[in-house]
């Protein structure tokens, strides 16, 4: 069903006061950025005239002073006439968002999931969440969705994200902790290889640690790959057959550390008869790489006397991503890297709290403290602080995509409620997801503006934000952070754990869900003690004392893990673990009807869907609009010049974009950044088989000039245009 | 189904894994002549040069429910009952028979050539690296591939090599006279003395006697003289057998229960002496035993032979003899700079690469390689591919020539106009201009710019006054 758009806009202005009344609770309050897992360190002070003033903290080591353009501009987010700042709901799918009170929304709300749920079953209402959310957020919702809404159904974007560095880590090391070692280590490192990683965009002051030898993998020249030693441009969904290729020849050069194999590690054998299969040679015909270059990045690597390898979202985000985040954690291991003081393997996470988003009981198949919800002991731990019985908890539900795939259908909810998140715009083959959430008896999104998805529901509660709020915050480090509140949030807007406490208390739990932050950290302490994310240890004060504290700190005398591999592996055994793995194609490889790859990211001005940083005036103008790199030969091919509007198209959408000519991409790629409603109706579900990651790196696309529009006086200058290229 | 496969060298392994990947309820025997469990023989040459150690290019054994029958010696395939024959006596019946025998060295028919190694297995280079362990010089006879590659191992082992070859340039299949010229010049180079266009007559006990009369003294003499399908059972099964196995585009004998492939195989004219041909010949046909894919066909592999010799870079792939006609169908971009060892040749029909020579440093082989894989269509100007150094745009390396529009720091969209403006406005250091403008706050990596164009600023001021 398609729900009517028209008035949204109108409505905005009418509900949303010129500017909402902000009266700082303390000046000049020390929290940190609302963006990336970098989490810069920033003071947040009221200024005059209702404007937020922004300083970077130089005591938080990510950043130490350093601020890039989304954190300067942050303060605009609180602001922003785009706030949203009463609940609104529907009185029928026809009708438009209309203003109205708490109470009646939340009523709403949880009678729909009543209903719903006594028709259909429990699992028939589910919890879609987000790697932006505080740990006590997080946590929160998990318990929630188990708890209060009893469905095993809850995922959350981070699936889209970290799921597969997560799954491969895991398999590994028996733990995922983003950075084992903390960021400084990284500026100390002799050599850095980073996979598929663009930080100068993402989180730019992680630049300021990349200061020795930098290899980057990366199929396009990033403005990252412009700061490397030595660039290897891959071929979009290759990644693997690099590592492979990578680690035969560390082995066969005599780069492999042999003792470090010994003594620390299991399972080198059958991984080192595997990459017999993958001599360079044959991985330079699949990946493009020239031999010469994978030799020197391993010599380069290997040469270094402290060395670290580095994966991100373009190695990770395939229907192999888990098998190519190990081939690098193979190589890591066979260099003797993890658990050696400057070295090791790490994946740099994305989102603000893409780590303690994944720890906490988020994730479908997870409970608080990184624990499985398939084990016994974690069951009855957990349960034992919620105050139910094992029994009660759900099993494992769906992951994000399959969850959003089936939402609506026989078997899949029928219910969605959505927490700091945009799936709309961020889930792969957005149109359909958009179909599965307009099929939902129900849908409900907590957010601060009205993003493309809450813009689609029934009901829409508004929430505060970043610095009207307390909450904890682990970074790329894993180091815990305090997130103070700095101002006071608008009137009108509650705190999502106030909105989950409502809801629950209307849901039969009165108690178990306090909407003060405090209260559910020191909950999460106790849910957390004892797995592997341990964070009892840990108070508020102590991280303001220390600013941050390394999980696991399973006591509060216990200093806190900034390098958990040193002296073992979280395993049964202690060692890590070599997983042989191996190469297999793209899940969509390019043919004649979609001759080219299509590849994806962000820019540097944005954030994740958007739907904050599209919102502040100075991140638009710096990245005004959705954009398509084409290399300038097939520009020529396609008679497009820079500035023309292109369709893309993939077997399960198309988008238009700008065109922008450029060699920083290869000539069988084109890239478009994922910011904008437009790149994920291309990109491919193929999913991964451990982690169920999508493939939003890679899939086949067609590219054509898009036929002009013609107004009336642009006649003349759009025909003279079309001729160019053809008769030259 | 009983699966049995005759052959357990990388086509045959191959089979085996890719079959058992797809369904495990299949049961499948291996025969193997070798004694030695699986390995890489496309990295002997690396063993043979010490570049690898032989348990570095040892392949996974069997995979799992894989019944490995090796130094056992197939003598018969009786298509009737559907059973193979061992030397010992043995039956073995199948379902389905694959025949990846592979191929044996070509010895030349000249008196003492049972001297001479054969260079083809890891026996084989266990034999000539014992040899060499006391011989004060090598003759290498065959100047292809392999021998290109012994020849180079060898001498990487500080022994003098020297590479006798019929033909009047070396890798004459693959490569034009002029390349085959400058490979020569960097073998060289790494102490292997070239001989092109002689034949040997004899070797004896301490040389090698060319047709010429001339003799070189060496008491190893390693054979590389290229391979010949090893086809007799097929024949001997009364199964087609002209240069390989004739097989379709299954991979399958004109009996339907036996497939061939890996070198022993005949597709479409062509035996494929090459172990990726191989591999994707096993992925199809494990598709069609299995059932996984019933529409699977084996369309012939595009052939990129890769030079694995330390020092030496060459690439050559498609059709490089072909030469510019008169139709202007085909047209040839090259460049040479013998005094270098470089020489590159694009050959181009229809604006896709159909052939390509690449001696010496080359940093586009992997795009040419994969333009040649895929038939991508080429830009207007090739010379790109040759040079990728021309494919840079011209960087604004000057505050003069960088234009107003131009942002010197990305992390916080700060432009030179920017920055010219608070110099006007009255900020007259970088730390003045970095508190108006948030220039270099990010990734810093802008610092050097920044302080450049202010620099530039001053300047022109000071001109100006």
């Not at chain 1, 390898?309 to 193979?330: C, P, S, W, Y």
Request: charged share 20%.
């Amino acid at each position: 069903m398609k729900r009517p758009e028209s008035t949204i806009e109108s409505m905005l202005i009418s509900l949303s006061p010129p500017a909402p009344v902000m009266s700082p609770v303390h000046r000049g309050e020390a929290t940190h950025c609302p963006y990336c897992a970098l989490q810069c360190g920033m003071n947040v002070s009221g200024g005059t005239g209702g404007t937020i003033a922004i300083t970077p903290r130089h005591d938080i080591p990510a950043n130490a002073g350093a601020l890039c353009q989304k954190g300067w501009t942050a303060g605009e987010l609180l602001t922003s006439g785009a706030r949203l700042t009463t609940p609104l709901a529907r009185a029928s799918r026809t009708s438009p968002l209309e203003p109205v009170s708490w109470d009646d929304a939340l009523d709403r709300v949880a009678a729909a999931v009543r209903g719903i749920q006594a028709e259909h079953g429990r699992d028939a209402v589910a919890v879609f969440g987000g790697g932006g959310l505080t740990n006590e957020k997080a946590y929160q919702l998990g318990k929630f969705a188990r708890v209060a809404l009893g469905t095993s159904h809850i995922d959350y974007n981070g699936r889209f994200c970290m799921s597969s560095a997560a799954a491969a880590s895991n398999r590994a090391f028996g733990m995922d902790r983003g950075l084992p070692f903390p960021i400084t280590d990284v500026a100390a490192a002799g050599a850095v290889m980073m996979v598929g990683g663009n930080v100068a965009e993402t989180m730019p002051p992680f630049l300021r640690h990349l200061r020795n030898t930098l290899i980057v993998i990366d199929p396009r020249d990033t403005r990252t790959a412009r700061q490397a030693t030595l660039h290897l441009r891959v071929t979009p969904g290759t990644d693997l057959a690099l590592a492979l290729a990578l680690l035969h020849i560390a082995i066969t050069e005599g780069q492999a550390d042999l003792d470090y194999i010994a003594a620390r590690t299991t399972g080198f054998e059958a991984v080192r008869e595997s990459v017999a299969s993958w001599w360079p040679e044959r991985a330079e015909r699949v990946t493009g790489v020239p031999v010469a270059r994978m030799r020197e990045a391993v010599h380069l690597l290997a040469g270094a006397g402290t060395a670290m390898i580095l994966t991100g979202r373009g190695a990770e985000q395939h229907a192999k991503g888990v098998d190519t985040v190990t081939a690098f954690i193979n190589l890591a291991l066979a260099l003797g890297l993890p658990g050696r003081p400057g070295s090791g393997y790490g994946c740099v996470t994305g989102q603000g709290n893409g780590q303690g988003g994944r720890e906490h009981g988020q994730k479908a198949d997870q409970l608080p403290g990184y624990r499985s919800i398939g084990d016994p002991a974690a069951r009855a731990h957990v349960a034992g602080v919620w105050g139910i019985d094992p029994g009660e908890l759900p099993g494992p539900g769906r992951s994000a995509y399959e969850l959003l795939d089936t939402l609506g259908t026989a078997e899949g909810a029928r219910a969605l409620l959505v927490f700091g998140s945009n799936p709309v715009v961020s889930a792969p083959r957005a149109s359909h997801v958009g179909e599965r959430l307009a099929a939902l008896d129900l849908l409900v999104v907590s957010d601060f503006v009205l993003s493309e998805t809450a813009a689609m529901a029934d009901v829409v509660l508004p929430t505060t934000q970043w610095a009207e709020e307390h909450g904890t915050m682990t970074n790329l480090e894993g180091r815990v952070l305090l997130r103070r509140q700095a101002v006071a949030p608008p009137s009108g807007v509650r705190s999502d754990l106030a909105i989950l406490s409502g809801l629950a208390g209307r849901l039969g739990h009165d108690e178990g869900f306090s909407a003060d932050p405090g209260v559910v950290f020191d909950e999460l302490r106790r849910a957390s003690a004892g797995g592997v994310a341990d964070y009892s240890g840990i108070t508020y004060e102590r991280i303001a004392a220390e600013t941050g504290v390394f999980w696991p700190a399973p006591s509060e005398d216990h200093p806190g893990t900034p390098r958990p591999f040193l002296d073992r592996f979280p395993t049964p055994d202690g060692r890590a673990r070599f997983v042989p793995v191996d190469h297999r194609p793209a899940a969509e490889d390019i043919d004649g009807d979609y001759p080219y790859y299509l590849t994806t990211g962000r820019v540097l001005a944005h954030y994740q869907s958007g739907a904050q940083t599209r919102r502040i005036p100075a991140l638009n103008e710096a990245a005004p609009e959705p954009y398509v790199e084409l290399h300038p030969d097939l520009a020529e091919r396609l008679e497009v010049a820079p500035g023309d509007m292109v369709t893309v198209s993939s077997r399960r959408g198309s988008a238009e974009a700008v065109a922008r000519v450029t060699r920083a991409i290869r000539r069988d790629t084109v890239f478009m950044p994922f910011h904008w409603e437009g790149a994920n109706r291309l990109t491919n579900p193929a999913l991964d088989p451990v982690s169920r990651m999508p493939e939003f790196k890679v899939c086949a696309v067609r590219v054509e000039r898009r036929a002009p529009v013609l107004m009336a006086g642009e006649r003349d200058g759009a025909a003279a245009r079309a001729g160019r290229g053809r008769g030259a | 189904m009983r699966l049995v496969v005759i052959g357990n060298g990388m086509a045959g392994t191959r089979l085996a894994g890719e079959v058992r990947a797809r369904d495990k309820s299949v049961q499948v025997t291996v025969f193997g002549a070798e004694t030695r469990g699986p390995y890489n023989r496309v990295l002997l040459s690396n063993v043979l040069a010490g570049t690898a150690s032989p348990e570095q290019v040892r392949l996974p054994a069997q995979a799992e429910g894989v019944t490995a029958r090796l130094g056992v010696t197939v003598t018969a395939i009786d298509r009737e009952s559907r059973t193979v024959l061992t030397a010992g006596g043995g039956r073995e019946p199948y379902d389905v028979l694959v025949l990846a025998t592979g191929s044996e060295p070509v010895v030349p028919p000249i008196p003492g050539a049972t001297r001479a190694i054969a260079f083809r297995t890891m026996d084989d280079c266990d034999r000539i690296l014992g040899a060499a362990a006391t011989a004060t010089g090598a003759v290498v006879i065959g100047g292809g591939l392999l021998g290109v590659e012994a020849a180079r191992g060898l001498a990487g082992r500080g022994m003098p090599v020297t590479l006798l070859h019929l033909a009047g340039h070396l890798m004459d299949r693959q490569l034009d006279a002029e390349a085959g010229l400058v490979l020569g010049e960097a073998l060289a180079g790494l102490g292997v003395t070239v001989r092109t266009g002689v034949s040997v007559s004899a070797i004896h006990a301490h040389g090698v006697e060319l047709a010429t009369g001339e003799t070189r003294a060496s008491e190893l003499v390693v054979l590389a003289c290229g391979v010949r399908p090893l086809a007799g059972l097929a024949r001997d099964a009364d199964l087609e057998v002209a240069q390989g196995i004739v097989v379709d585009d299954r991979m399958r004998t004109a009996d339907p229960a036996i497939y061939a492939i890996g070198e022993c195989a005949q597709h479409d004219g062509t035996v494929y002496g090459l172990v990726a041909p191989a591999w994707e010949q096993a992925a199809v046909v494990a598709d069609l035993i299995t059932g996984a894919d019933p529409t699977a066909r084996y369309r012939g592999s595009r052939l990129v032979t890769r030079l694995k010799a330390k020092s030496v870079e060459l690439a050559a792939m498609g059709e490089t003899h072909l030469t510019e006609d008169a139709s202007g169908a085909v047209e040839v971009v090259s460049f040479s700079h013998r005094a270098r060892g470089i020489y590159r040749k694009l050959v181009i029909r229809n604006d896709r690469l159909v052939g390509a020579i690449l001696v010496g440093e080359s940093p586009t082989v992997g795009t040419l390689t994969q333009l040649y894989d895929r038939g991508g269509p080429l830009p207007g100007d090739p010379a790109g591919l040759l040079f990728p150094g021309l494919d840079g745009a011209a960087l604004a390396d000057s505050p003069v020539r960088m234009p107003d529009s131009a942002r010197v720091c990305e992390c916080n969209n700060v432009t030179k106009g920017r920055i010219r403006a608070c110099w006007e406005a009255g900020a007259r250091d970088t730390a003045a201009v970095v508190a108006a403008t948030r220039a270099t706050t990010g990734c810093g990596t802008c610092r050097n710019a920044v302080e450049g164009l202010i620099g530039w600023l001053r300047e022109q001021e000071e001109v100006r006054a």
